[in-house]
């Protein structure tokens, strides 16, 4: 380990104005309002920008090399700010991937601290308000998942809520195990006092959220699977729309398909990254599942009582992927026809079993760029076909937010696909004999759109009557 640098310029502060950048995944977004939500109960208060902030804080991602390059560019180029007394926090898997010596490739940090360790911010905060220089909590994750009632969600109408922390596989190109530990589910009476909570306070969607949220394990005697807690949360009165993102392929069951087709508060929409359609790559990933167990659970969504719209994460140019393995993941990408895709080149980590193996069998840098250009074209047509089914259809949008430029309202479907339209608002004051006021729509509402175009990334439409009963 090298050496920390002394702590020459120690001081207390008392600037209590804070700053959050998220990078990475909805983990580190959610984990983002609960700390904002612990910053606040101490007293903190956030402000706009970076630059006027006492406590600037990154929380970070380490999944691919570029993430985690980006915290450091942005620690350079805020330097300064270090020297007009600013306090500097690293968060997140960056945070956990470098431990203390981030402290010496970043000297102007204070504050150093894996998601593991966010029960102990309070301490750790108090610590640096005291004036001490270099703070760090890195401890390895318990056997306990993280319970606040400190959340200061951002978002006023979809509401994040974790289920399971950490990661139990072993996919040998994944950091995930490393910088978030083992896994930890909150008991189920938690998860739904806290759901229950959030439909009291207006909240219309719920995202569950966890690395692989189907090998979910109810700590309590209750002892909910998934399943049954998927089922619970789609049951509190007021919830419309009920997400849950990533489920594992080897985890994913027939009983999860038997409740989504049950409850219409769970979204049309399953994400399942397959990662490679070559049983030989899936092999050295150690994904735990063959291309044809893999297809056998696609067929389980295909066959849901309704139309679900599938997704996956892709990765191209692992180590050892021949051309035909590539062709095999185009092949596999056909057959699925999957409604969206992230596509990603392999990059190697840090304490992972692949990142280990050296540049023997490294797919060449241009080859890996080929590769995600030519499945991400493939991925493109797929959707641009598979989109016009929509056409002439109406479908219920929740409403995110006006695109001036376009002139549209823009939102979601319940199968996660973007919808742009136009429409002339609400109507309010409709009882009878009342004069009847059209106003324009809200973020968070829900809207009817008829859909008359449709792209690869997103559908067009404009505002519609509800279609009738059965149509
Ligand atoms: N827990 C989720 C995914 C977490 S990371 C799951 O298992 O599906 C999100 C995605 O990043 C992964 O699905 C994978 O496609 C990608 N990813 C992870 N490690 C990577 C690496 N070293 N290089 C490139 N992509 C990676
Ligand atoms: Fe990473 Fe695999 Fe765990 Fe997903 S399941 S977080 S890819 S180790
Ligand atoms: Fe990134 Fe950590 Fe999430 S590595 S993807 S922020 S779990």
């Not at 104005?17 to 984990?31: A, P, S």
């Not at 049954?228 to 509190?236: D, N, Q, S, W």
Request: with cysteine.
């Amino acid at each position: 380990m090298a050496r920390i640098p002394p702590e020459a310029d120690a001081m207390p502060f008392s600037d209590k104005t804070f700053w959050i950048e998220t990078f990475g995944c909805q983990m580190n977004v959610h984990d983002s309002e609960r700390v904002a939500g612990t910053l606040a109960a101490r007293g903190y208060v956030p402000v706009e920008r970076m630059e006027d902030a006492g406590l600037i804080l990154f929380n970070t991602c380490s999944i691919r090399d570029k993430a985690a390059q980006k915290v450091f560019s942005r620690l350079s180029q805020y330097k300064a700010l270090h020297r007009e007394g600013r306090i500097f926090g690293v968060l997140g898997c960056v945070a956990q991937q470098e431990g203390e010596e981030l402290f010496h490739r970043a000297p102007h940090v204070s504050l150093v601290a894996g998601s593991a360790s966010y029960p102990r911010l309070p301490e750790l905060l108090a610590r640096l308000e005291a004036g001490e220089r270099r703070v760090s909590g890195l401890e390895p994750a318990g056997d306990e998942a993280f319970e606040t009632e400190l959340t200061r969600r951002g978002h006023p109408y979809r509401a994040m809520l974790t289920i399971i922390e950490g990661c139990d596989k072993q996919c040998a190109y994944c950091i995930v195990p490393y910088t978030r530990g083992r896994e930890r589910s909150r008991a189920s009476a938690a998860v739904l006092r806290e759901a229950q909570a959030l439909a009291a306070a207006g909240y219309t969607e719920v995202q569950l959220l966890g690395q692989n949220v189907n090998s979910y394990r109810d700590p309590s005697p209750a002892g909910l699977s998934f399943a049954e807690l998927l089922a619970a949360v789609a049951g509190i009165p007021g919830l419309k729309r009920v997400r849950f993102t990533t489920s594992h392929p080897r985890d994913f069951s027939a009983e999860i398909v038997r409740v989504l087709g049950d409850h219409p508060a769970l979204c049309d929409h399953v994400h399942l990254p397959s990662q490679s359609g070559s049983d030989a790559v899936l092999r050295r990933m150690r994904r735990e599942y063959s291309r044809a167990e893999y297809l056998e659970k696609i067929a389980l969504i295909r066959a849901c009582r309704r139309p679900l719209a599938i997704t996956t994460d892709l990765i191209v140019g692992f180590p050892g992927e021949s051309e035909r393995d590539f062709e095999q993941t185009v092949e596999l990408i056909e057959q699925v026809r999957y409604a969206g895709a992230f596509i990603f080149q392999y990059s190697p980590r840090p304490h992972t079993e692949a990142g280990a193996w050296g540049e023997a069998d490294a797919v060449p840098a241009e080859v890996k760029t080929e590769r995600l250009m030519a499945l991400q074209r493939r991925q493109q047509e797929i959707q641009a076909a598979d989109n016009q089914a929509w056409v002439g259809r109406t479908i219920e949008v929740m409403v995110e937010g006006f695109h001036e430029r376009l002139a549209q309202w823009s939102g979601r479907a319940s199968s996660n696909r973007v919808v742009n339209f136009s429409g002339s608002g609400k109507l309010e004051n409709t009882a009878p004999g009342a004069l009847p006021l059209l106003r324009p729509l809200r973020p968070g509402e829900y809207a009817w759109v008829r859909i008359v175009r449709a792209g690869a990334n997103s559908l067009v439409g404009e505002q519609a009557p509800p279609p009738a009963a059965g149509a």
